[in-house]
């Protein structure tokens, strides 16, 4: 059973960074994509970027790209780095995984395992 864990929310200033990780376990993960998606109050489940897991493709959504990059180490964690953070950006985030063969944009519904989430809190 795989277990993603989120970790690194926090309360941070406009204009700061932050750095979300996702301990994942349970599985082999080859062929497998983790990627992040954030939830502000009130809003759907919304797609931020992606990471392979046995490659080097990523992917990053057009909203984000510039001030987000994602990234992963040997030990199955998944880092997402944040900078230049708006209050917009605040949200719950969420890890989440799927099988796939490269890191794309990914639906909701293509996810099979998603971690509790953590909360991002941007002040103004």
């Known amino acids: 059973q795989v277990q993603l864990v989120e970790s690194g929310g926090g309360l941070v200033e406009a204009g700061g960074s932050l750095r979300l990780s996702c301990a994942a376990s349970g599985r082999t993960f080859t062929g497998y994509v983790i990627s992040w998606f954030r939830q502000a109050p009130g809003g759907e489940r919304k797609f931020v970027a992606s990471?392979?897991?046995?490659?080097?493709?990523t992917y990053i959504d057009d909203y984000v790209v510039g001030r987000v990059a994602i990234s992963r180490d040997s030990a199955n964690t998944v880092y997402l780095q944040m900078n230049n953070l708006k209050p917009e950006d605040t949200a719950v985030y969420f890890c989440?995984?799927?099988?796939?063969?490269?890191?794309?944009?990914?639906?909701?519904?293509?996810?099979?395992?998603w971690g509790q989430g953590t909360q991002v809190t941007v002040s103004s």
């Open positions: 989440a995984g799927t099988k796939h063969p490269q890191a794309t944009y990914l639906y909701t519904s293509w996810i099979d395992d």
């Open positions: 990471i392979s897991m046995s490659g080097d493709s």
